[in-house]
């Protein structure tokens, strides 16, 4: 008969374990998802999509993959691949006005190592009379199929450029290059999708 009161204990006891746990779990997931929700708030917006993007390998084309946002280090469409050795080989985002930032970050597939990529490449940012490199860059790197992120002084521009050595290398291939906007930058007409061939900026 002892055992009774003993055992109750044990089952209240027990009971009031599962609740606790319960109770935990789901405040973690809640600070999970709060955690995640300020990280993605806090994530700065990628200008690159707002910008038009050319390049000396095909002069005169207007290139929409490479600022088209995907960012899944997806199979084959490379922006650029050169008939030609080029040391200096470059493609640029030009915006209809100033943005500030100083962080970017390239994309790189070697197509299954049949296409090398690039000895170097450097970042270089439009002053209004000429290109000029950035200023303390760091990162500037070449793993394939990640995202290499370079960071640098803050500049404000309407135009940048990747100036890559291709000069041993017939080819090089970009698949996407994001450009981190900063606090400090002015806010940026959004683009509206209005076909395929078309985009329409919104003041």
């Known amino acids: ?15 009031c ?15 999970t998802a709060q955690q995640s929700a300020t990280a993605q708030a806090a994530a700065p917006a990628n200008l690159a999509i707002v910008a038009k993007a050319t390049t000396s390998g095909r002069p005169g084309a207007v290139l929409t993959t490479l600022n088209d ?20 080989a470059w493609v640029e985002y030009q915006w209809s006005q100033p943005i500030t930032t100083r962080q970017i970050a390239i994309l790189w597939w070697d197509y299954e190592h049949t296409a090398k990529l ?20 760091r990162g500037l790197g070449l793993v394939d199929r990640n995202f290499n992120t370079t960071t640098f002084d803050e500049i404000t521009t309407t135009r940048l450029r990747l100036i890559m ?12 290059w994001t450009v981190a906007e900063s606090e400090h930058c002015a806010p940026v007409a959004p683009v509206v999708d209005a076909g395929p061939d078309r985009d329409v900026m919104l003041d």
């Open 165 to 176: 050595d291709s000069s041993d290398r017939y080819d090089v291939t970009l698949l996407e």
């Open 17 to 31: 374990l599962t609740i606790f746990a319960q109770q935990s779990a789901t405040a973690q997931q809640s600070a």
């Open 69 to 88: 946002g995907d960012t899944a280090a997806g199979e084959g469409d490379g922006w650029f691949r050169s008939l030609h050795r080029q040391p200096n």
């Open 1 to 15: 008969m002892k055992l009774r009161p003993l055992f109750a204990c044990i089952v209240l006891l027990a009971f």
């Open 118 to 137: 690039p000895g170097s490449y450097q970042v270089e940012y439009w002053d209004g009379k000429a290109f000029q490199p950035v200023r303390n860059a």
